[in-house]
Structure formats: structure tokens, C-alpha cells
């Protein structure tokens, strides 16, 4: 597969290789002149066996650099790491110390700007100590989890590499895909839209978010996600543009929403490939849970690279997160729970959620504007609902 020539390699921007020193100017200096000699002195020494000697050390320390080179430029994968993150220790820092560093990191713009997959732009949060007086089971309910033994490991095999640098670079037929539901279905939509593109071996326009009808949310891709991040993540995988070239739009084209659930990446061949050579160009809306979940090695491992390393928030949304999980995190050990209490849930359900009339009224006035989003029997008021179990706890309930 074609290296990235741009990515700085984070092992030698953090730990700088042993071999490096080997090319500065003062140790060429030391091999080749005697501290006790004047390099006027220099003809005197260019003897054949020192010059031997010299051809020697120089060409053991580039074959070396060759080698650090290779195996460190190789696509952008996650090498396979015993140790996963979750089980990170810092046993030479305090906990105070740690917390500086995290709160205090800050990334800098030419950093920012290469596609670093296995590392986070902040330091991570040390874990924090659970003090006083507690019980086992408190203790056991605070610490971390170890992952089960599992490990990072985005390894490509050498068939996908190969292909990577055909498919990397088209230009002539381009996939089109419309994200719909809320941000949680859209982002599975836009992690199997990277997946059909690799699967046609067409380059993907930058997905489009439907506009919701419940939320009427009109942010685009560029507004939640990191797009830059994005495009460069992935550009050994799938060629990635933010719009569609001017040979390619059309008047009139066909969408194709009539997609069954669960299908194969065969099927996706089979159903689009002629099309999408005959057209040069494949809209595909409705995606939600219609590719399989069980592919080939190598697209499970471009799932996850998409979902977990491509998929980065805005800068606003980042900061935002960053600065809410830094304040929890000072007030002491905390669990983050999403209740799930949107807008639709009370709409769906038919329920009221104890959050006020005001807001009621809001909830009311968009069921009645959409019944169809209303779920169970449509015979029964709030009242009868919540005795009978059909309602969702409000946020008051679930607090006490």
C-alpha cells in the first residue's frame, strides 16, 4: 500500500529513536577527528582502514535509519498494543501532577493537523482515588474496568493495503449518502457509508444530515464532526471530497432508499456496482442497520477506524466535553448517565415529562401535528398510561 510521506510518526516526535544521534554533527565530528588532534590533521587520517571503518559506521547507521523508517511508515493502522488504554498507570506522578498536565495540555496547530489515530488530543484523566471510609463492593464499583484482555489493533491485511492505493484515488464514480434519525443513527449510517464506498471502490462526497422532523436539527456534517480529521484518517482507505465535481451533477438523479436489512458486501456489489460505472455517481439514503454486521476482517476493522478514530466532534463540541468531563472530574469520582429523555421519547410514548406545562404544551403540539409518531394505545390519556406501566421514568424519579 502507497505510505503517507506527511504523517509524522508520534514514536519519534514524543521518544526520539536511539539511532538519531548517530547523525548529529558533533559524534561525525568525534568518529572522524581526535579530540587531541587538530582537523588539520584530517589528510593524515583518511588511511584506507579508517576509511574502511568510517564507510562502515555510516552504512550500518543508515541501514538502521531504513529500517526504523519502514516499519514505522506504514499506512495509517493501529499497531496491535499489549496494553490497552483503560489500563494506563502513572506510577512516578501524583495525582495532582496528572490532573495539571491534563488540564493543562494544549495541541499544538501543526499537530492538530496530522491524523493522530491511537493518541487523544488531551491527556488522559488519571483515575480518581477513592478515599474514606468505604466498603468493598463501593471500592470494586469505582475502579476501572481492564477491558476483558482486549487490545487496539487495526492491522490491514496486505491485499487490503494493496488495493488501498488503486482505491485511494478515484476520480470518476462518487457515493452519495444521506444520514437520517438522530445523531446516534447518523453516525452508524456515516461509519457504514465509508464502508460502501470501500466495498464499490468509489470515492465518498462528505455524508449529508437529513434534516430531522422531531428535533428540526439543520446542523450539517462539518457542524458536529471535524471534517478535515476526517478526510485525512481515512485517505489511505477511501478518497473523501466535500462536494460533488461539476461533471457529475445532474438535473435528475434516483435515490436509492430500498435497501433490505442486513446485507453482504456481495450484495452491495451486485446491486450497485453497474450502476454506480454506468452513471458515475450513487445516491443512497435510509442506511440505518441495512449493511451486515458480520463483514470480512478488513471492513470491521475499517468500522472501527471510521467510528473510533475518524469520527472526531467539532472543535466547539470538544472543548465544550472536555472542559464539563475537567469539572466532574475535580468534584471526585462521578458516573455519566444518559437518560434518554429527547423530545421524541415523550412524543412516541404519549406521556408528559414533568418538566413543566411550558414544555408540555411544546410536546403536545408536535403529537398532534405528527400522530403517526405515537407508539401503544391510542385510546389512553397520560393518566391511564402511567398506571399502566407505559411511561418512562422522569428525570425527578430516576434522581431520587
Not at 432508499?257 to 445516491?283: C, K, M
Not at 475537567?326 to 471526585?332: A, D, L, N, P, Y
Not at 403529537?367 to 421514568?393: D, F, K, V
Amino acid at each position: 500500500m502507497a505510505k503517507s510521506r506527511n504523517i509524522k510518526n508520534p514514536i519519534f516526535t514524543l521518544t526520539p529513536s536511539p539511532v538519531y544521534h548517530l547523525l548529529s554533527a558533533s559524534l561525525f565530528t568525534s568518529l572522524l577527528f581526535s579530540p587531541k588532534k587538530s582537523p588539520r590533521n584530517f589528510n593524515k587520517l583518511l588511511t584506507p582502514p579508517t576509511l574502511c571503518l568510517i564507510s562502515l559506521l555510516v552504512s550500518f547507521t543508515l541501514f538502521g535509519v531504513s529500517i526504523l523508517g519502514f516499519t514505522s511508515n506504514s499506512q495509517d493502522s493501529l499497531p496491535c498494543s499489549l496494553n490497552s488504554p483503560s489500563s494506563l498507570s502513572f506510577p512516578s506522578m501524583s495525582i495532582s501532577s496528572m490532573l495539571l498536565t491534563s488540564l493543562s495540555s494544549v495541541v499544538p496547530k501543526n499537530v492538530e493537523n496530522e491524523p493522530r489515530m491511537a493518541k487523544s488530543l488531551m491527556a488522559p484523566l488519571p483515575l480518581h482515588p477513592v478515599t474514606g471510609n468505604v466498603s468493598k463492593e463501593e471500592k470494586e464499583f469505582w475502579e476501572q474496568p481492564d477491558g476483558e484482555g482486549y487490545k487496539p489493533c487495526l492491522d490491514f491485511s496486505l491485499k487490503y493495503r494493496k488495493a488501498s492505493a488503486r482505491i485511494s484515488k478515484e476520480r470518476r464514480r462518487f457515493l452519495v449518502v444521506v444520514a437520517s434519525g438522530g445523531l446516534n443513527q447518523q453516525r452508524n449510517q456515516i461509519v457504514d457509508a465509508v464502508v460502501i464506498a470501500r466495498i464499490l471502490e468509489a470515492a465518498l462526497v462528505v455524508p449529508v444530515l437529513q434534516v430531522n422532523p422531531i428535533w428540526d436539527d439543520e446542523s450539517e456534517f462539518s457542524e458536529i464532526f471535524n471534517v478535515e480529521h476526517f478526510k485525512r484518517v481515512l485517505r489511505a482507505d477511501v478518497r473523501i471530497v466535500s462536494s460533488l465535481p461539476s461533471t457529475h451533477l445532474m438535473s435528475r438523479q434516483s435515490i436509492e432508499n430500498q435497501i433490505p436489512y442486513d446485507v453482504s458486501p456481495y450484495w452491495i456489489r451486485a446491486r450497485f456496482s453497474r450502476l454506480l460505472n454506468e452513471e458515475g455517481l450513487l445516491i443512497l439514503k435510509a442506511l440505518d442497520s441495512k449493511l451486515s454486521k458480520n463483514l470480512p476482517p478488513d471492513l470491521q476493522k475499517l468500522r472501527c477506524k471510521v467510528a473510533f478514530h475518524a469520527l472526531r466532534f467539532a472543535a466547539p463540541i470538544q472543548d465544550l466535553g472536555n472542559r464539563l468531563s475537567k469539572r466532574m472530574w475535580i468534584e471526585g469520582p462521578y458516573i455519566a448517565l444518559h437518560l434518554r429523555l429527547e423530545k421524541d421519547i415523550w412524543v412516541r410514548s404519549g406521556c408528559l415529562s414533568s418538566l413543566g406545562p411550558e414544555y408540555d404544551k411544546i410536546i403536545a403540539k408536535s403529537r398532534e401535528s405528527q400522530p403517526e409518531y405515537l407508539t401503544g394505545r391510542l385510546n389512553m390519556n397520560h393518566i391511564r398510561r402511567r398506571l399502566a406501566g407505559l411511561c418512562p421514568l422522569s428525570a425527578l424519579e430516576i434522581a431520587r
